[in-house]
């Protein structure tokens, strides 16, 4: 009887633990001045043709979008992109492949103004909403957001935390192959920003950016079944 009690908390706990990895996040320009077809049509559009970019990224390595997607979570403007942890550190570049696709998105609607992009490196935690739908909630979603408020902005450019760029560096000196593509397309880097959020709790991260933009592949990783 105790055993089988032991037994159902490790397994609650297990199915609870933290995940640490990196978190995306998506975040529509001026989307409040917009009209609500607008609002509509233009986060329609961008969440299945991001889908669809996934989607063809993963096509060549013979993997599904939930090998390297933990989850997508909504944000009304926007949305959060959970990677595997498998994959961490890949975030900072499919956020740049994120930037690349919005600038031709930007060409099809006049009135899209484009996107904002934060990447941190942080916890999330897993759990079953209302609807049975897998959700995520922790401190990592909320840090990632924080970024968003940096001020200085600039046009397909990406904001990473220290930590999303400390997982960045850890990744590119797993894959040279990597290092050496993104060296190739111009890959820049500002130098670390320090800034307060709204809690005035101090924040330091990175302007990363490719001079010759582009969609980037993730590596492929072995995954039992395929």
Known sequence: ??????KKKSETMQKHRAIYTDIVLIDII??????LYQQVE????????FQKVIKKMLASSHMKTFHLIEGFISTGDGFYCILNPKFKGYGA????SFSHFAEHIAKKYSYFNGIKIAVHTGYIHSFTDILDN?????????DCARFLEYKHYAISTVMISESAYEHLNKFLNRHKDYE??????????SSAYTFFD?????????LIWLRKSGIIIPPKIYFQGN
Do not use: P, R
Request: positive net charge.
């Open 30 to 35: 001026s989307f409040s001045k917009l009209n």
């Open 134 to 142: 897998t959700n995520f909630i922790g401190d990592g979603l909320n």
């Open 198 to 206: 709204k809690h005035q709790k101090e924040k330091k991260g990175y």
């Open 42 to 49: 233009i986060v329609t559009f961008l969440t299945k043709s």
């Open 1 to 6: 009887m105790l055993q089988s009690a032991h």
């Open 180 to 189: 050496q593509l993104l060296a190739q397309m111009g890959f820049k880097h």
């Open 93 to 96: 570049i499919l956020a740049l």
